[in-house]
């Protein structure tokens, strides 16, 4: 059996994502900035004072990462460094004013993006997509599948594929 990969659900969803990374990285750029970058921006502008730690849990990379990231983007003025009052150890990340208007330019990108992504969708099917999207991911973080390909003989793979 030969994978369809133009009615693939697993392709189409990875082929939209990347792409829709890619543009976003597009407009980034044009701000002189990165998507991580934007992202943090956007977590601090809807959860202030988280810290590095947890800012990167959210973003799934690791704290250095986001220590980098938030270096630059403090050498920017857009983003300051507060000790935390319980534990001085932990720095609470919180948006400058001068962040504001970046915020503001993001979300209307992520507006127009997500318009254009949408284009020609009627809206019962994009509430249905979107209801689909949280239903598989609440069945992945459930946690993993009950059975693997390494539960399968590899007879029964190759047959598969």
Partial sequence: MKLDFEN????L???VARLTRVETDRRARVNGMTRAQWGILLRLAY?????QKELASL????????ARLVDRLQAGG??????DEQDRRIWRLHLRPAATSMVASINRQRDELAAYVTAGL??????????GFQIM?????????AKTERDEPADQIKENM
């Avoid at 693939?8 to 392709?11: A, K, P, R, S, W």
């Avoid at 959860?47 to 810290?51: A, E, Q, T, V, Y």
């Avoid at 009627?122 to 209801?131: D, F, N, Q, T, Y």
């Fill in 13 to 15: 969803m990875h082929d």
């Fill in 59 to 66: 973003m799934e990379v690791e704290p250095i990462t986001v």
């Fill in 47 to 51: 959860h202030p004072g988280l810290s």
């Fill in 122 to 131: 009627p809206e019962p099917l994009r509430a249905a997509m979107v209801e």
């Fill in 8 to 11: 693939d659900l697993f392709v």
């Fill in 137 to 145: 991911k609440a069945n992945l973080l459930r946690g993993p599948c």
């Fill in 78 to 83: 857009l983003v300051e460094r507060r000790a």
